[in-house]
Every structure is written in structure tokens, then in C-alpha cells.
């Protein structure tokens, strides 16, 4: 008879290796009628050997009881086992959990991409490729962090693009340095050079202390809008998406302009939806989260697309600091962009 096999309820005794202990009793199921028996092993779930305990040699048929689920009555557990097995368990809940919404997520970006049409039509211009839009942006880098999924959308739907710089990032002096890095960022986002203004005025400085008037930002805005007869207007909300009082600005004026009816006539205004700190890091898992949120327009890029919007990104060199390449892997705006009509 193996000498490591004992008859139920007697406990089995074996020599530990120097420094072992037992963490826990695993039980074996029954074989040739011979009554189920214990073991005790040091480690937690781990690989039944004799030579954990002391002996060299596996031992037959050794299984971790979790597999076999056969306690006897009476079984009694220790705290440290019960424990580890709920953190097993909940582990592979949530590991399971969340394969299946990345699935899911990865399901619905295919299908996604096609909706930026549809609900671009009914909230604007009758048709995508009447649209003549003008994305209001803060700082050279803004088109790329924030509104690429709606500038390459646009640009899948054959609209006409320009864009609108309101400073020039000038607050490590690097102003003209940013102005280059811009130019090329658009370039890729399918702007061209002629199509991208900058705004480099005294009073419209870099600054999050600053805030910008907000009638000197309307003047140049709506003269931007009637020059190239733009009929769609894009910038931030209220939430400015990351805070900065230059991007909360641009909302400001923009609302003004419509408030008090100076946008040409047929003229929408979409601002970028903000989200919460969680849903802003969750890349495409925030998908199925924005489909049952409520929005005007929702712009989800393809995989390709998204690659696109990387390469913009990296265009920004001067910005490039270890946490921006994490904001390029992680940040939803890399891939989703939810807009509503002011
Ligand atoms: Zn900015």
C-alpha cells in the first residue's frame, strides 16, 4: 500500500521540509473502494510533490481538492485557505468579466463606425458632405488628444476641414516650436496647412491662471466662421474635458455667440462631451458605456483610424512626456469622441 494513503478520518503524517508548514489539509477522492484520505501539503494549490515533502518522488494521483470538490463532513478550513480560494474565485470572476466586455467593446467599435454618419446627419447639415466645420481648439496638441476621432470622421464623410488654434502653447516658450508640430499633426488628421490658423495674441496666452476674454475670442471665432462660411463649429463643453480654464473658455464664447444670434444662420455648434476620470482611461472598454449615454453625435474610429490619431499625437514632440504616452494607449478620446448640440 502507498505508504502516503491513510484511511479516512485518520490524518496522514509526513516530515516537512525545513521551514514548511501546513497551510491547509487537500483530499483526495476515493480509489479501488478505498476510503477518500489526507494529505497535508505547504503549498497553497500548488503541485502535489513528495519532493515538498521531504521524499523525492511525485505523488500518485495528487490533486488540489478544489478540482474534486469532496469534503468530508466535518471539514474545517483554515482562514488563510478560505480566503485565497474567495480572491481566487473573485479573480476569475472579474478576469472573465472583463474578457467579455472587451469582446463586446471590440464588437461594437466595428459596427460603431458607421454611426457617426447617421447621427451627424440628423443633427447638423442634411448632408455629410456639406459640412464645412471648424474645430476651435485651445493649444497645438487639443486637435490630436481630443478631437481626432470627430476630425478623421469628418474626413471619412468627405467634409471640409479647418481648424482654429487660440494660442500658440506658449507657456514654456516653445510657441513657435508647437506651431510646426501642429501643421504636421493636422497634416495627418487630413487638414491641410492652408486650413490651420493660430491664434497668437497677448491677451490669449497659454495659461490656465489667464482667463481669456471672452469677447475678444468671439470676435476672432466668428470671423473665422463667416470668412470660410463654416456651417458646423466643434470645441469644448462647459467641463473643457481636461479643466483648463482656456478650454472652458472657448465653450464660453461660443455659447455666447449663439446666445446672442450672432452665428450664421444654420450655423450648429457640437461641443466635446467630458467624462468622468475612469471612463477617460478605459480606451475602447468606454465604447459600450458611451452607446447608452446620451449624446447628439458619436464618432468611433476603426482600428486603423485609431493608429491615425496616434501618429498625430506623436507629431506633438515637444509634448511627449512619459504620461502622454500613457494618455495615447489608455485615453478614450484617442478612440471616441461623444459631442452635443449647443
Ligand atoms: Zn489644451
Redesign the pocket.
Known amino acids: 500500500m502507498n505508504p502516503f494513503w491513510v484511511e479516512f478520518p485518520q490524518r496522514a503524517h509526513f516530515p516537512l521540509p525545513k521551514g514548511g508548514h501546513v497551510v491547509g489539509q487537500f483530499w483526495k477522492g476515493s480509489e479501488k473502494g478505498v476510503s477518500p484520505a489526507c494529505y497535508p501539503c505547504h503549498s497553497l494549490l500548488g503541485s502535489l510533490k513528495e519532493e515538498s515533502l521531504g521524499q523525492g518522488k511525485a505523488l500518485p494521483g495528487a490533486e488540489p481538492f478544489c478540482r474534486l470538490s469532496l469534503f468530508p463532513p466535518g471539514t474545517t478550513w483554515s482562514l488563510p485557505v478560505s480566503v485565497a480560494m474567495a480572491l481566487a474565485l473573485l479573480g476569475s470572476f472579474l478576469a472573465a468579466l472583463l474578457a467579455l466586455v472587451w469582446l463586446g467593446s471590440r464588437w461594437l467599435r466595428r459596427r460603431g463606425a458607421g454611426w457617426g454618419h447617421q447621427t451627424l446627419c440628423a443633427a447638423g447639415p442634411a448632408r455629410a458632405d456639406d459640412v464645412r466645420a471648424l474645430v476651435v481648439?485651445?493649444?497645438p496638441?487639443?486637435e490630436a488628444?481630443?478631437f481626432a476621432p470627430t476630425i478623421l470622421s469628418l474626413g471619412r464623410f468627405q467634409a471640409q476641414l479647418w481648424l482654429l488654434c487660440c494660442s500658440s502653447?506658449n507657456y514654456y516658450n516653445q510657441g513657435e516650436l508647437r506651431k510646426n508640430e501642429l501643421v504636421q499633426s493636422c497634416a495627418i488628421l487630413g487638414i491641410p496647412p492652408s486650413n490651420v490658423t493660430v491664434i497668437d495674441h497677448r491677451d490669449l496666452p497659454?495659461d490656465p491662471a489667464v482667463e481669456w476674454d471672452t469677447h475678444l475670442l468671439s470676435t476672432f471665432v466668428l470671423k473665422h466662421i463667416e470668412t470660410n462660411h463654416i456651417n458646423l463649429v466643434i470645441t469644448f463643453d462647459a467641463g473643457?474635458?481636461?479643466g483648463?480654464a482656456?478650454?472652458i473658455a472657448l465653450y464660453t464664447a461660443l455659447r455666447s455667440l449663439q446666445s446672442e444670434g450672432k452665428l450664421p444662420e444654420g450655423c450648429r455648434v457640437l461641443t466635446l462631451k467630458s467624462v468622468n476620470l475612469l471612463r477617460k482611461y478605459i480606451s475602447i472598454l468606454d465604447v459600450p458605456i458611451s452607446c447608452l449615454q446620451s449624446q447628439d453625435v458619436l464618432f468611433i474610429l476603426t482600428k486603423e483610424e485609431s493608429e491615425q490619431a496616434k501618429r498625430a499625437m506623436r507629431c506633438h514632440h515637444s509634448q511627449l512626456l512619459w504620461f502622454r504616452h500613457t494618455y495615447i494607449l489608455f485615453s478614450r478620446f484617442m478612440v471616441i469622441n461623444s459631442l452635443c448640440l449647443l
Request: aromatic share 6%; glycine share 14%; net charge negative.
Open positions: 481648439t485651445a493649444h496638441d487639443d488628444m481630443f502653447g497659454d473643457g474635458v481636461s483648463h482656456n478650454h
